[in-house]
């Protein structure tokens, strides 16, 4: 009888990983944050790695970037945050000289060291739409020529899965917080990924050729006064 994506991942997460000391992340980390959500999720959202609240709580996007990325998925795409899968391109928390006092994106070590991880998790889920947020994780990815603000809200392809890169939250943080403008284009960019999976655009549409035979419909409503309140509550 074939394995659950449940069972895929647990099994990945406790075998092939275990105890990881495959870079020197391992040395400072409390614990390994591999990633949560529904093993059958259509979106998957990608970070690049987790901070000192993942670290110390071993759970992806929990901290102050976590509450602005659960606001998109609950409030504007009306989903729960248990139907997504949220990930990392590496498990540990990546810090400036591993003194755990200031975060840093992961080295390109880290990143080969943890990324084949990230790329069996994908390959597991198998979601319908991939959301990167931020320039490591769609580097990893895509591996574009420009950085996240000129390629947020294009569509990307990973191995047939559509990618849609963003902002990561904690960039729109840091530049002026909840007054900040940039929280709109990441909803404009939401609002692509919605109504991809909403089958209002299709994968022809975007790439100009036909993708795998595949279900992309979900209960989402994508209308214009719903549209309108969620940013008067989001932003």
């Known amino acids: 009888m074939a394995q659950s994506k449940a069972q895929l991942l647990e099994d990945f997460r406790t075998t092939t990983i275990g105890n ?3 870079c020197k992340l391992h040395a400072t980390r409390s614990t390994i944050v591999f990633g949560e959500g529904n ?22 996007f929990v901290g ?13 795409m009306k989903l729960k945050r248990s139907d997504v899968y949220i990930a990392n391109v590496v ?11 200031r975060d840093r994106p992961p080295d390109d070590e880290e ?13 597991i889920v198998k979601p319908k739409v991939i959301v990167a947020l931020g320039n490591p994780s769609t580097k990893f990815l895509v591996n574009p020529k420009d950085g996240i603000t000129k390629v947020r809200g294009v569509w990307h392809l990973y191995n047939n899965i559509p990618v849609m890169p963003t902002f990561h939250p904690s960039y729109i943080l840091r530049n002026g917080g909840d007054n900040s403008p940039l929280k ?10 919605i109504a991809y999976l909403n089958g209002e655009i299709t994968f022809e549409d975007i790439f100009g050729k036909p993708a795998l035979a595949i279900d992309i419909s979900i209960n989402v409503d994508t209308n214009e006064k719903r549209d309108d309140e969620v940013q008067g509550s989001l932003f």
Not at 111 to 122: D, S, W
């Open 111 to 123: 990143t080969a060291a943890c990324g084949p991880f990230l790329r069996q998790q994908i390959e």
């Open 39 to 60: 093993p059958e999720a259509q979106v998957m959202f990608i970070g690049e790695g987790p901070g000192k609240d993942e670290d110390a709580q071993g759970r992806p």
């Open 184 to 193: 709109r284009f990441l909803w404009e960019d939401i609002k692509k990924v």
């Open 91 to 101: 498990k540990c928390r990546p810090t400036v000289n591993l003194e755990l006092k």
């Open 20 to 22: 990881c000391t495959r």
């Open 64 to 76: 102050k970037a976590g509450q602005l990325l659960t606001a998109v998925i609950e409030k504007g």
